[in-house]
């Protein structure tokens, strides 16, 4: 009884860290877009002023950076379920900042019976972990694939991205216990759901597919 207490308060604890962490994420991510649309009349008269100057070089100049300012912040993908919106785009932003090229494709045209928390937990520790993975790749070989769908009764989810070691037995996370409980509360999830998950790991990729009852 005592430890299915203890069980039961660390999940509670971890729970309540991946919402503080996701929701931090997201607000992150929607602040720059607020910010960039209050500068952006700042960002017109800085370039009529290079223009008026004949600084053509310098408002090509300008106009690289702000692209680049606006590739970390802009929504990349459009569902059509609004937390499902909110949790991928704040991880594929994180992966923008951290120069990983993302393929993505993601349709749920439809209402999830799964509660938001356990939406967030699934997609953000798979996306974290795939995060982790290419972050100890060279830049040019950093790479997360992402596809979403409908499938009949079932939502559909898979993750794959490059990794630099080959695990043949193990799908645990390198960093320590924090992270591999969240693995184990992704599996918790699905079966509670009454899902179906499986992992994969060839010689240069890991994947995750995961099948849940809408």
């Known amino acids: 009884m005592l430890f299915d207490k ?3 308060k660390r999940v509670a604890a971890f729970e309540k860290e991946i919402i503080r962490k996701y929701y931090e994420e997201v607000e992150s991510m929607y602040a720059k877009m607020r910010g960039w649309k209050h ?3 700042h960002h017109i008269q800085t370039m009529k002023v290079h223009a008026a100057n004949g600084e053509y070089g310098e408002i090509d100049k300008y106009l690289n950076q702000l692209d680049g300012d606006l590739t970390k912040v802009e929504t990349v993908i459009r569902t059509g379920n609004r937390m499902t919106d909110a949790i991928l785009n704040s991880k594929l932003s994180i992966a923008a900042e951290k120069q990983i090229q993302v393929k993505a ?20 520790n798979l996306l974290d972990n795939a995060i982790e993975a290419c972050m100890e790749l060279p830049q040019d070989q950093r790479l ?3 596809y979403m769908e409908i499938k009949g009764n079932f939502l559909y989810l898979s993750v794959l991205n490059t990794t630099a070691v080959k695990k043949k037995h193990s799908f645990q996370s390198s960093k320590g216990n924090g992270h591999g409980f969240g693995l184990l509360r992704v599996d918790e999830i699905v079966k509670k759901y009454g899902g179906y998950i499986k992992r994969a790991s060839e010689d240069e990729a890991f994947s995750t597919e995961v099948l849940l009852p809408r």
């Not at 494709?105 to 953000?124: F, H, K, N, R, Y």
């Open 144 to 146: 997360i694939r992402i």
């Open 105 to 124: 494709e993601a349709e749920i045209p439809v209402s999830l019976s799964m509660t938001e928390l356990d939406l967030c937990i699934i997609i953000g």
């Open 39 to 41: 500068d952006y009349r």
């Open 6 to 8: 203890l069980i039961a």
